[in-house]
């Protein structure tokens, strides 16, 4: 009886034990079902640029010669974003704002290279892709939009710096258009052409000049169409990118 008595404990506890799990289980699904919701709700007001960004984070379309630009894209540079357009040398910057590794580069170079603009020491070029996702869509069309208002790189400058997990929907219309404020950018106008998507295939144009030129990583740098060495440690050291901006003729 004493040995039966201990085996029925035994199988009520792995029962329990069972319940439990089966119970923790649940609340973590229905947690995770909320979570989607409210990712859906954040995105929702955006949902255009998502939508669109879906083809040119899978399909590499060729690149539209009829495509609504910003004002500074430059046809002859795949449509990048151009800054100096007679200076020399020239510098290629092809990144997606919801890259880690992107803003390892920004936090050791970006300065150098906003240097450069503002003294146009050199012809710079910005490439906004978009390989990781629907929030890369929505930041590379807002980068667009701030470019309009020659806010570009202050808008560049201030996603990097406050970089969030990739594809958290923290990136919703309201905390886009707060961004743009905090960047000096007109609240309506700004929030209008992120809502509407405007420049969203622009964005896909850039995705397939990227796809033309072999860029299949971010970021990539390039000087005078040379890619900086990506094994010596210059996208993460200030002292060699200003070494080979310099062997490139930069003073």
């Not at 974003?81 to 590794?101: K, Y």
């Not at 390892?104 to 070029?125: M, P, T």
């Not at 929030?191 to 971010?218: L, M, R």
Request: charged share 20%; aromatic share 8%; proline share 2%.
């Amino acid at each position: 009886m004493a040995e039966e008595s201990k085996e029925s404990r035994s199988q009520a506890r792995l029962a329990a034990a069972a319940e439990r799990k089966a119970l923790a289980e649940a609340a973590a699904k229905k947690a995770r079902r909320s979570r989607v919701f409210v990712s859906l709700a954040v995105i929702a007001p955006i949902l255009l640029v998502v939508i669109v960004g879906v083809s040119i984070s899978l399909v590499k379309s060729k690149v539209d010669s009829t495509v609504t630009a910003p004002l500074t894209a430059s046809k002859m540079d795949g449509y990048g974003l151009l800054f100096n357009g007679t200076a020399t040398p020239q510098i290629d910057v092809w990144e997606d704002f919801q890259c880690p590794a992107c803003k390892n580069f920004e936090d050791a170079n970006g300065a150098q290279v906003r240097e450069l603009v503002q003294n146009g020491k050199a012809r710079v070029v910005f490439h906004s892709l978009s390989f990781l996702g629907a929030e890369s869509v929505i930041l590379a069309n807002a980068g667009a939009c701030a470019a309009d208002q020659n806010k570009f790189l202050e808008l560049h400058d201030y996603l990097f710096k406050n970089q969030k997990p990739e594809n958290s929907a923290y990136w919703g219309l309201s905390r886009v258009t707060a961004a743009g404020v905090a960047a000096g950018l007109n609240e309506n106008s700004f929030k209008s052409c992120v809502k509407s998507g405007k420049f969203a295939k622009w964005v896909e144009t850039i995705g397939a000049d990227g796809a033309k030129n072999n860029i299949n990583q971010t970021p990539t740098v390039l000087i005078n169409g040379k890619e900086i060495d990506r094994n010596a440690g210059a996208y993460i050291d200030a002292v060699l990118f200003k070494k080979a901006l310099a062997d490139a003729g930069v003073k």
